[in-house]
């Protein structure tokens, strides 16, 4: 795991760490040294903890005027043991709904397994946005955490699924993926 490193051709226009409204404003990372682990893996330096032992990401773009934040994780997402939708819903996305954003793609390749404790801060992150335009989309996550979301109801609340785990988000510049994935979630909606 420890090869598995964020996207960074998007950090010609973007560092979360350098982005003031950011989380991870100010954070410095140690490039030759591996001390971060998931359980008994150690993971690149480059991914941000956010309150969670098992889950971390990085946030690969925002755009604050367009109203969208792109994010990547790894990890195990557990909302059972760790309630890390809670970590995340009050560490990182209150911050970015605070400064503007109102959409939000999570990109979850690297998601390796999931356990849901429930849907309430789904909801409540949903209701946050809704009102503004505002959508959640995960895209090019497993199929079993996509099973596990669908199982406990998260499709209410984050689009997800076939079509948008087809999406090669790695062709595209942010600006045109965000185009893309309006377009997807609007062509859903109708």
């Known amino acids: 795991m420890h090869e598995l490193e964020p996207y960074y051709h998007w950090q010609d226009q973007y560092i979360s760490e350098e982005d003031e409204a950011s989380p991870f404003f100010g954070r410095e990372y140690d490039e030759f040294s591996y001390s971060t682990k ?33 994010m990547e994780f790894i990890g195990e997402w557990n909302d059972s043991i760790s309630n890390d939708i809670m970590f995340l819903k009050r560490d990182v996305i209150d911050q970015f709904i605070m400064n503007g954003i109102n959409r939000f793609v999570l990109i979850g390749e690297n998601v390796l397994n999931i356990h849901v404790d429930g849907d309430d801060y789904y909801e409540e992150w949903y209701e ?56 997807l979630v609007m062509k859903m909606l109708s």
Do not use: C
């Open 38 to 70: 998931i359980y008994n893996y150690y993971i690149h330096p480059q991914w941000d903890y956010f309150g969670s032992d098992t889950l971390y990401m990085k946030v690969l773009f925002a755009d604050y005027t367009e109203g969208y934040a792109i």
């Open 128 to 183: 946050d946005i809704i009102e503004e335009g505002g959508w959640i989309m995960a895209i090019n996550m497993r199929e079993h955490v996509l099973t596990e979301w669908q199982n406990e109801g998260i499709n209410q609340y984050i689009h997800f699924g076939e079509k948008y785990n087809e999406v090669p988000w790695r062709k595209f510049k942010p600006e045109q993926l965000i185009v893309l994935l309006e377009a």
